[in-house]
């Protein structure tokens, strides 16, 4: 039997073991359900017992021990479903590796990688997990003498094997024997794959530089600065499946915290988790994570986001407010204000005060004045609940709500006749039935001490805004004029409950320092993409939230390319004391070789970029009359194409992407899907897109037009930048031939038609 045969057989016998497994799991799942719906029911039909005071208790903790028992049925319930799923996942592609190793004077040890561990029905290693130590060796190990560590020990081995295999829907395509950790052509093959619509999950590729990464848990604070087609996004995807596991014992989905810039990028990056055996854990853009933080206000839509990322030029008030030295005043602030104490409100109702804002003042400041601000205004909430619980009690004493009580006893006589009648009771029933009435007429002024509503958080935050006015404008190039008009127009937003990002994300710092706010979600690890997309202010709020959190960032390393340094820039204020690891990937495996220097010619200054050995055919510049652009792009969509490519037309602005969509052909627009928004997910293998959404994904050949004079400034570079690295095998640009950026290209670097 020769080697290919053994690993043959071998992967069937494999195949057939995770079957065994998906069959007594099923089984298992199936008496679970039928135990729990049973369950259930009798926890409904269980009824607590107020016979007596001991039959009272001695019901109530059956019943909770019987709540328990259905609990935990149910967590076994759930593990046994991400089980299955992630042995349907291995089905078709158990296992990508084998390492053969001597550990001391012991006979030899072989094992197999996977995406999750294995077990025979003699509790043997089938299958080992990609992200247990051992697994190491593979990732960063040589042939010979070397060694792998787990959080107490370090192990000296012999490795003597590491072989690579590509297996699909069951089968052996390849397999290689190599000495280093991924074989050239192994991984040239896996590259030269078609893209999909769900971007993959790299566990078979890892590379070194990205290996150490991925399985860093020596420090708290990591910083992924890459190029375009690195690599990044998909270390810091296996990043938060190699924590998941190494810390499985304490930590929970729910307790990690994935941001991505936009909908459509969170559903492109969607199943790489899962493809790894791990629950999804659910990315969310940062405006979805503020509107959970103050549901109370709408998020006005930023329409300038697509002209921000064309001409590079960003409001300066916004610039300032997305900044740090906002933040920075808030202290200050907080410590000016807290011996007087906040801003209050009359507390009315319908128009009629119960309690002035002057007494409320009064009241905060008979607090203890040696402690911090909101805790002052948590006692004056409790004194308020008290009080309002003596304006009920008054109120019970008026003569309106008296005969209000008096037709209600009525009514409630009337509707049943048989009422079992003494005076005592009677008196007990008015008493009650006063109390209601009390009660509803204050529901509204309750409910609004509970929340804090006596502080006026809209008054407070813009006075906290007028009193930093002068040092704003001093520190930078704001006029005052500026300034009062964003002021006035904060005023209207508030009348109209809509704010900006950023007025959520301040205003929400400065109530937590007025009143103790309550945050649900506990994260412990805290993980951002596109980090460029993220202004310093929104991770100061994070680290503010979460201040033990581990935080993971990544992004482009192209930074002055990519316009906006602020979070590189700020990392010493961001982590106060903090050690910030930052790694650099510069090898870029998405496109070839060809594609990869056709767009660093359009770099503004020289870069480490590392090129992988994959070579394909040079960037094609059709030069057309725009007339004709569209008859090429007909053309171009009705060529013969490698089965399951991706083709993405990128245009410059979204304006474009319609135009484009709308002169083609009603049996084209079948085949063409319009991406206009964030909101909308690829659907289709052929889509019309604009530059600023297609940022972070890729695909197999991209067209992008038109290519004109509105390609010509320095920020056009960073565009035509970013729409050239979305291509994995092909690039063609149509054009006029007019365009500057084009010109300064070298001619060797691309073909002209």
């Not at 042995?87 to 004077?105: C, H, K, V, W």
């Not at 204000?337 to 409100?345: H, S």
């Not at 135009?659 to 084209?668: A, N, R």
């Amino acid at each position: 039997m020769t080697e290919r045969q053994h690993e043959q057989q071998h992967l069937h016998e494999t195949i057939k073991t995770i079957t065994l497994e998906e069959q007594v799991l099923t089984k298992q799942k199936a008496l679970l359900e039928q135990t729990l719906q049973s369950g259930v029911k009798e926890l409904t039909e269980n009824k607590i017992n107020t016979g007596n005071e001991e039959a009272f208790y001695e019901s109530v903790l059956v019943y909770q021990e019987y709540e328990k028992e259905l609990q935990l049925k149910y967590r076994n319930a759930e593990m046994i479903d991400k089980r299955l799923h992630t042995l349907t996942t291995m089905q078709n592609s158990p296992y990508f590796a084998r390492i053969d190793f001597t550990e001391g004077p012991e006979d030899k040890e072989t094992l197999y990688l996977g995406i999750a561990s294995l077990r025979d029905t003699k509790e043997e290693p089938v299958i080992v997990d990609w992200r247990a130590p051992i697994a190491n060796l593979y990732y960063e190990g040589e042939l010979g003498t070397t060694f792998y560590e787990t959080d107490q020990e370090r192990f000296e081995v012999e490795l003597l094997l590491k072989r690579q295999f590509k297996v699909q829907n069951g089968e052996l395509i390849s397999m290689v024997d190599t000495s280093e950790i991924i074989n050239d052509e192994f991984l040239l093959d896996i590259l030269d794959e078609a893209s999909s619509s769900k971007m993959k999950n790299i566990v078979s590729t890892i590379q070194k530089s990205q290996n150490e990464i991925i399985r860093d848990t020596a420090h708290k604070n990591v910083l992924i600065e890459g190029i375009a087609g690195s690599g990044k996004t998909s270390a810091l995807l296996q990043r938060v499946a190699f924590l998941l596991y190494h810390h499985r014992k304490w930590l929970k989905d729910d307790q990690v915290l994935l941001f991505s810039p936009n909908h459509l990028f969170s559903d492109y990056i969607a199943m790489v988790l899962p493809s790894l055996g791990e629950s999804e854990v659910p990315t969310r853009t940062f405006k979805t994570f503020l509107h959970e933080l103050l549901p109370q206000y709408q998020l006005v839509e930023e329409d300038d986001a697509e002209d921000a990322f064309l001409v590079g030029k960003i409001d300066p008030v916004e610039q300032v407010k997305n900044g740090l030295t906002i933040i920075q005043e808030l202290p200050r602030y907080i410590r000016s204000i807290t011996a007087v104490g906040p801003l209050f409100r009359d507390l009315k109702i319908k128009g009629k005060t119960y309690i002035t804002k002057k007494q409320l003042r009064t009241w905060y400041q008979e607090t203890n004045e040696l402690l911090p601000l909101y805790q002052r205004t948590q006692l004056l909430q409790t004194k308020l609940l008290k009080k309002l619980a003596g304006l009920e009690r008054d109120e019970m004493k008026e003569k309106w709500l008296q005969e209000a009580a008096e037709e209600k006893m009525t009514e409630i006589f009337e509707s049943d006749p048989n009422r079992e009648y003494t005076e005592a009771k009677e008196r007990a029933l008015r008493k009650q039935v006063r109390q209601a009435i009390a009660k509803r007429k204050f529901r509204s002024m309750r409910r609004g001490i509970e929340a804090f509503q006596f502080i006026n958080q809209p008054k407070q935050y813009l006075h906290f805004l007028q009193t930093i006015t002068e040092k704003i404008c001093a520190t930078h190039e704001l006029t005052a004029d500026q300034w009062t008009t964003h002021l006035e127009r904060l005023k209207q937003q508030f009348r109209e409950r809509a704010l900006y990002s950023e007025d959520i994300l301040l205003l929400f710092l400065l109530t937590k320092q007025l009143y103790p706010v309550y945050v649900e979600q506990k994260a412990r690890f805290i993980f951002i993409d596109e980090m460029q997309d993220f202004p310093p202010a929104q991770v100061a709020l994070l680290k503010q939230l979460y201040p033990d959190a581990h935080i993971t960032l990544c992004g482009d390393l192209n930074q002055k390319v990519f316009g906006n340094d602020t979070i590189v820039s700020e990392l010493d204020h961001l982590f106060i004391d903090q050690e910030v690891k930052r790694y650099q990937l510069t090898t870029s495996y998405r496109s070839t070789e060809e594609i990869t220097t056709f767009a660093n010619g359009l770099l503004s200054q020289e870069e480490n970029v590392q090129l992988t050995a994959r070579n394909g055919e040079k960037p094609m510049i059709l030069t057309r009359q725009p007339a004709q652009q569209i008859n090429e792009l007909s053309r171009l969509l009705a060529e013969d194409v490698p089965a399951h490519w991706h083709t993405a037309i990128i245009c410059k602005t979204t304006a474009e992407c319609r135009e484009i969509y709308q002169m083609l052909s009603d049996k084209e627009k079948e085949m063409v899907q319009l991406i206009d928004s964030d909101d909308t997910f690829m659907k289709k293998s052929t889509i019309i897109i604009p530059c600023f959404l297609a940022k972070g994904l890729e695909f197999d050949r991209v067209i992008g037009m038109p290519i004109t004079t509105n390609f010509s400034t320095d920020q056009d570079r960073f565009v035509l930048y970013t729409l050239a690295t979305r291509a994995m095998h092909q690039l063609i640009l149509i054009s006029d031939g007019i365009s500057p950026l084009l010109d300064s290209l070298t001619k060797d670097t691309f073909t002209l038609a």
